[in-house]
């Protein structure tokens, strides 16, 4: 019996192979430069748990824009949306990808943001900048926050700042100030209550700083993130003459200890 060699017949099915995969890339090739927008939109919506939601997006996933939406989730009921559109610019590179973000309501100049593949994780690079805030995008984001519901302005800098995931652990370096000027909540009639100074400052082992700068409530605390995990204590009490008026903002955001309310994270 004679036996037919195998080569000529595995050749065209190599072929086609190929051809299948050229095809396939092709395709890919063609489609995602002009991927919608709102497939960014979903992925963010997904990766958030719809606390942050880009609504009604123009555009592409490069090049597009939309509003911002703080939500407590899907199907919450606390919504707050920032004034204006957010226009993003995306471009990819041989290491990751670099992004602008346009908000003319809070950032006096676009945002930079970059960020890169790691061996086990991944980078996130801001450029050093200012940015403005209202406290009442908070309200969104669900507890406590739609409880407190906070007014006044939020101040955001950077310098140096970067985050780098490898696997579970966070590391954080650079700097991020976050003054929050003439805060005033719901559960007090004093407006505002005060001003106040978050300081995060990365390395080995970022530390937090929470600091009043004025006012009649006065917080004060500090913590520190190991990489996986957030430890934070503080307190907060009231300016002589000022107990009443903030009693029940303090029964609210710690545990009460006499005159203090005392604040423990993690």
């Not at 940015?131 to 406590?144: D, H, I, K, Q, V």
């Not at 140096?160 to 696997?167: L, N, S």
């Not at 204590?233 to 309310?261: C, F, T, W």
Request: glycine content about 12%; overall charge positive.
């Amino acid at each position: 019996m004679v036996t037919r060699p195998l080569l000529p017949e595995t050749k065209p099915r190599r072929g086609w192979r190929w051809a299948l995969l050229g095809i396939a890339i092709g395709a890919v090739l063609a489609v995602v430069p002009f991927a919608p927008a709102r497939w960014l939109s979903g992925a963010l919506s997904n990766w958030s748990q719809g606390r942050l939601v880009l609504a009604n997006p123009r555009g592409t996933v490069w090049n597009g824009t939309a509003a911002v939406v703080f939500a407590s989730g899907v199907g919450g009921a606390e919504a707050i949306s920032l004034p204006g559109l957010l226009h993003w610019r995306m471009r990819p590179n041989w290491s990751g990808l670099s992004a602008s973000l346009d908000l003319p309501c809070c950032a006096a100049t676009p945002l930079e943001l970059k960020a890169s593949l790691r061996a086990g994780g991944m980078q996130l690079e801001w450029q050093d900048a200012r940015s403005r805030w209202p406290a009442t995008m908070l309200t969104g984001l669900g507890a406590p926050w739609n409880t407190l519901k906070l007014d006044g302005a939020l101040d955001l800098s950077t310098k140096a700042f970067a985050m780098q995931w490898d696997g579970p652990t966070l590391r954080i370096a650079g700097q991020a100030t976050l003054d929050a000027t003439d805060v005033s909540s719901s559960l007090s009639t004093l407006r505002p209550m005060g001003s106040y100074r978050l300081t995060l400052e990365g390395g080995n082992r970022p530390t937090l700083l929470l600091s009043t700068r004025e006012g009649s409530l006065e917080l004060n605390g500090s913590g520190s993130w190991n990489g996986t995990t957030f430890r934070f204590n503080g307190e907060a009490s009231a300016a002589p003459g000022r107990e009443d008026a903030l009693s029940n903002l303090l029964n609210i955001i710690g545990r009460r200890d006499n005159a203090r309310s005392i604040i423990t994270l993690g």
